[in-house]
């Protein structure tokens, strides 16, 4: 844990008590903060109580008293409309701020210089934090993982001088950090997502340049005019950027050319990684994901070496993209991340030979945009509600059968796949939620793990516990 001093002996309110809610107010507690907690859930209410964190109807304290108020990154801030909690912060004055943003003044007060990577993007995040994570591990430094991909940052070790932080930002966790400033921050890519808590595309866009703006080094993918545009912003404004691009070529930053990594520098470009034969790191999208890895841990004071060593022996996202059994000449993917069609896309673009397990509970739209992806599929499995639909979206473009459970769609895939006597894929990535069959993906994810190893002759390469 890491205590939250800089509030110490002062009045803090704060609102949402679920899993990282309860670890924030149990930090600002250990810190010696007076905290006032609430949330709209009673059985969250009663949760903290029984954590002895002082809980009150926000409505009843005295808000001017308020040194500040820390707003859970879930509950609305500003659209669809500000919760009443942040209504009555404003109200009264008092700053709104988040966890990350505790956290950022704890690094600022007690190891100011320890090295802290930031990640955001609509997509991508999740991988790239995890990548960058690992290779900083793999060369030996004390290693601190946490914040949207899973882990709340303040469950983390306290900062400390040779202590590395990477840490997964949402925008709603942006949005409640307004003095983040990572040693590099990274801004991946800008798409249309969570328009409803933002209002405008605009909007969500000045949220996530917050991270860079920031920042001590800046990288920021330029494969999208928003992106683009931000680079040309803050580098105008004195932040030092290196550009990163899956598509063209960069003069200073770093760039892919098929699966080779070029760095480079006033315009001369020399190879610094290659991707091939890296089953976890397939695809354009994981090309980027990697150049941004490789910008980030050169800009903390990694070798190249260390980074490449890293690079080799990543050992993938839990559930996205990630290879689990190979038998023969058949490679098992767990992708069960993919909960839509675009999130299924980058899997079914990274390989040629697919026998592809999908279904699920439907998405709007289904599996009808992923048509020029068609010819890569030898034979679709399908589960779930979604079966009937998506088999009439293939129809005779793709070999299909309805196999209804995971189960079995795996067992009729795997000797499908071996019988083919060529290097294939087994892939489940569903463009489906869950929810009718699993209770969530990780589960969902976890079930495949588990039928692959029971087939005969397989070689796992993640044990199946390890598959959540």
């Known amino acids: 844990m890491i205590p939250v001093t800089t509030f110490s002996g002062r009045k803090v309110a704060l ?134 991909i899973g882990t709340a940052v303040l469950t983390l070790d306290p900062p400390a001088p040779e202590r590395f932080y990477v840490v997964e930002c949402s925008s709603y966790q942006i949005d409640l950090a307004p003095t983040i400033n990572p040693s590099a921050g990274i801004l991946l890519n800008l798409t249309p997502d969570h328009l409803d808590r933002h209002g405008t595309m605009q909007h969500y866009a000045d949220v996530k340049e917050r991270l860079v703006a920031g920042a001590g080094i800046a990288i920021v993918g330029v494969d999208d005019s928003y992106c683009t545009l931000i680079a040309d912003r803050i580098e105008r404004a004195g932040v030092r950027v ?18 080779r990594i070029m760095m480079a520098e006033q315009g001369a470009a020399t190879q610094i990684a290659d991707l091939a034969g890296i089953d976890t790191l397939k695809g354009g999208h994981n090309a980027q994901n990697a150049a941004a890895a490789i910008a980030a841990c050169l800009a903390v004071g990694l070798t190249a070496e260390d980074i490449r060593s890293g690079l080799a ?86 070999a299909f059968e309805i196999s209804g459970t995971l189960d079995k769609a795996v067992a009729h895939a795997s000797a499908d796949a071996q019988a083919a006597g060529e290097d294939v894929v087994v892939m489940l990535s569903p463009a489906c939620a869950s929810f009718d069959q699993f209770r969530n993906f990780e589960v969902r994810g976890e079930a495949f793990v588990s039928r692959v190893a029971e087939l005969q002759g397989v070689a796992m390469l993640v044990a199946p516990e390890q598959g959540i």
């Open 15 to 148: 609102f949402g008590l679920g899993g990282s809610g309860l670890a924030t107010a149990r930090a600002l507690v250990a810190g010696g903060a007076e905290v006032t907690a609430w949330d709209d859930n009673p059985d969250s209410v009663e949760k903290a109580r029984l954590a002895d964190i002082p809980t009150r109807d926000l409505r009843e304290i005295d808000w001017p008293a308020q040194a500040a108020f820390v707003l859970s990154p879930g509950v609305p801030l500003t659209h669809p409309k500000p919760h009443w909690s942040a209504d009555l912060a404003r109200a009264h004055g008092v700053d709104i701020i988040g966890d990350v943003e505790l956290f950022v003044r704890e690094r600022r007060a007690h190891a100011p210089d320890c090295p802290f990577i930031a990640i955001t993007g609509t997509n991508g995040k999740s991988t790239t934090t995890a990548l960058i994570a690992h290779i900083l591990k793999a060369s030996g430094r004390d290693t601190q993982l946490g914040g949207n």
């Open 242 to 259: 290196k550009r990163i691009s899956r598509r063209n070529v960069v003069a200073d930053g770093f760039y892919a050319e098929g699966a």
């Open 313 to 398: 022996s990543f050992p993938g996202l839990k559930h996205r993209m990630q290879p689990v059994g190979r038998l023969g000449r058949v490679t098992f993917i767990n992708d069960s991340k993919a909960t839509n069609a675009d999130a299924a896309a980058p899997a079914l673009s990274s390989y040629d030979r697919i026998y592809w397990i999908a279904g699920g509970l439907p998405k709007a739209g289904g599996i009808a945009s992923l048509a020029p992806l068609f010819p890569r599929i030898v034979k679709a499995y399908l589960i779930g509600e979604a079966a009937p639909e998506f088999a009439a979206t293939l129809g005779e473009s793709v």
